[in-house]
Structures are given as structure tokens and as C-alpha cells.
Nanobody
């Protein structure tokens, strides 16, 4: 079992930066590909970024590429999402997800029901 808890959300002005954290419980954290998803008001949840168990070759949605960086520390059971140059359209609840034995590209293509674990989300609001 893995439990995921997101933190770091808040209100930020357009152009600003924010770093989200996802802390995982469980001793098998390092076996999971970790991802960030987001759900804007009235929209479906969408993929943002994913990182493999080694931390190498992360994968990003086109909408955030160049503005977001995903990273992880397996020793601390944490995955981060650094976001910069934020836009009002980045406003959403950001969710952390874990999926075992999958590539980062596959994690971006899988359905929401295919994730092994989800966090409860953290709200990011970007004001114009």
C-alpha cells in the first residue's frame, strides 16, 4: 500500500512560481513511476508530468513543457513538481499518482482508473 499526500498549493500571481510536494508512505515507493495530474474547474483530469523510479528522463505534457520540472527523492519518499511562469489556465487541483512498472510515456497515456494510487490533491490558483 502507498498513500500519497500532496502539499504546496496556494494562490500565486501570473508569472510566479510554486513547488508542489507529494509525500508517499510505504517502503516500495522507489518501485513506482510517479506522476502529477491536474483538474481544472469543469474539466477532466489531465496528465502533467511523470518521472520514473530512477529519476531520469521525465516526461511532460506539452502544456507545461519548459515551465515545469518533476523530480523525486526515493530516500525521502517525495516527488516534487516545480512550476514557473504560471498562467491563470494553470489553475487546478493538482494530484499525485503512482503506477508500478510503467514507463513515463505510458503513464501519460493511461486512463485515470489505471493508476495504482492517487493523492487527494492540492489546489493551485493563479491570479491574472
Amino acid at each position: 500500500q502507498v498513500q500519497l499526500v500532496e502539499s504546496g498549493g496556494g494562490l500565486v500571481q501570473a508569472g510566479g512560481s510554486l513547488t508542489l510536494s507529494c509525500t508517499a508512505s510505504g517502503r516500495t515507493f522507489s518501485l513506482y513511476t510517479m506522476g502529477w495530474f491536474r483538474q481544472a474547474p469543469g474539466k477532466e483530469r489531465e496528465f502533467v508530468a511523470a518521472i520514473g523510479w530512477t529519476g531520469g528522463s521525465p516526461y511532460y505534457a506539452d502544456s507545461v513543457k519548459g515551465r515545469c520540472t518533476i523530480s523525486r527523492d526515493n530516500a525521502k519518499n517525495i516527488v516534487w513538481l516545480q512550476m514557473a511562469s504560471l498562467k491563470p489556465e494553470d489553475t487546478a487541483v493538482y494530484y499525485c499518482a503512482a503506477k508500478a512498472f510503467v514507463s513515463v510515456q505510458a503513464m501519460g497515456a493511461l486512463g485515470l482508473d489505471d493508476m495504482d494510487y492517487w493523492g487527494k490533491g492540492t489546489l493551485v490558483t493563479v491570479s491574472s
